[in-house]
């Protein structure tokens, strides 16, 4: 089994920044894609940003697009999500998901953290 334990979530200003981490452990693939998802109170879980095994390809939510920068370093099994220029909008609990294919890590990933919180005042 796989599991991610995301960290760096917390309470930010509007315009400000922050750095989101997830660690992958157990039995990991380098070859895994990697992403983020989001849940608001109230609303369903939204796809963030997502990235291929080998870094070479990024995908992202229009919402957060020329705010938001995934990376990851296979190395230490970590990925990364670089948030800047945050709004109150983009409060929620943050989750890293792992799949096989950076298409299933869009859409229905099989591995999920168990969360971060973001919150963004105004």
């Known amino acids: 089994q796989v599991q991610l334990v995301e960290s760096g979530g917390g309470l930010v200003q509007a315009g400000g920044s922050l750095r989101l981490s997830c660690v992958a452990s157990g039995r990991t693939s380098s070859t895994n894609a990697m992403g983020w998802f989001r849940q608001a109170p109230g609303k369903e879980r939204e796809f963030v940003a997502a990235?291929?095994?080998?870094?070479?390809?990024?995908y992202y939510a229009d919402s957060v697009k020329d705010r938001f920068t995934i990376s990851r370093d296979n190395a230490k099994n970590t990925g990364y999500l670089q948030m800047n220029s945050l709004k109150p909008e983009d409060t929620a609990l943050y989750y890293c998901?792992?799949?096989?294919?950076?298409?299933?890590?869009?859409?229905?990933?099989?591995?999920w953290g168990q969360g971060t919180q973001v919150t963004v005042s105004s």
């Open positions: 998901v792992l799949d096989t294919t950076s298409g299933r890590v869009q859409t229905t990933p099989r591995v």
């Open positions: 990235i291929t095994w080998s870094g070479s390809s990024v």
